[in-house]
Every structure is written in structure tokens, then in C-alpha cells.
């Protein structure tokens, strides 16, 4: 029953923005630590942001400065802002929950960065 509905992608200019977001069906969602990865044809899937249930946050070195990833618990989604936008973020973006044992995964989102 639990699922998690991503939005927000689609087709951006280098320098470009897009904010991604993730609906989730939790009945509760803040204690989950949330997470987005992201993998693009040939390459491993690679983790891009994360945050705690506590607030700690960490970002991949690629996308730090540009990116962004936030949490509304009361709309129980996750949202990834990306800024400054370049052609090797392009990728199927997935969000991702996890707490324990637990992990949940969104049906990823494509993101095209090209002029």
C-alpha cells in the first residue's frame, strides 16, 4: 500500500532549473531518513542527497552548491531543487525512504539537461 509518486521532471537548458518532488503514502513520514539517487544509461546508481529524520543533510560532491533536497512532513513529500543545471545530471532521478529494515522506492523521473 505504501507508495511513492515523483513529479517534476522533464527537459531543461544547462543553467536551467527543476525541482523534483515526491509524494509519499506513510502514515507517518517523518521518521523515515529520506534519500535521492539518481542513475544515468551505463553508470551505477549513485546517491545524490539525503536527509535524517533529525535535520542532518549531505549532498554528493557533484551537486553540492546546486542542489538542494527538502522535506515537508505535514504534505508528507520530498522535494530536490535543482539549480545551475548541467548535462551530466541527466539521469533517472528516484527518491527513496528507508528506516530500518524498510525501504521504499519511487518509480524514478527523467531529467534531460541539453540545449
Known amino acids: 500500500q505504501v507508495q511513492l509518486v515523483e513529479s517534476g521532471g522533464g527537459l531543461v537548458q544547462p543553467g536551467g532549473s527543476l525541482r523534483l518532488a515526491c509524494a509519499a503514502s506513510?502514515?507517518?513520514?517523518?521518521?523515515?531518513?529520506i534519500n535521492w539517487y539518481r542513475q544515468a544509461p551505463g553508470k551505477q546508481r549513485e546517491l545524490v542527497a539525503t536527509?535524517?529524520?533529525?535535520?542532518?543533510?549531505d549532498y554528493a560532491d557533484s551537486v553540492k552548491g546546486r542542489f538542494t533536497i527538502s522535506r515537508d512532513n505535514a504534505k508528507k513529500t520530498m522535494y530536490l531543487q535543482m539549480n545551475s543545471l548541467k548535462p551530466e545530471d541527466t539521469a533517472v532521478y528516484y527518491c527513496?525512504?528507508?528506516?530500518?529494515?524498510?525501504?521504499?522506492w519511487g518509480q524514478g523521473i527523467q531529467v534531460t539537461v541539453s540545449s
Open positions: 527513496n525512504l528507508n528506516r530500518g529494515s524498510k525501504t521504499y
Open positions: 506513510l502514515s507517518i513520514f517523518s521518521i523515515y531518513e
Open positions: 536527509i535524517t529524520s533529525g535535520g542532518g543533510r
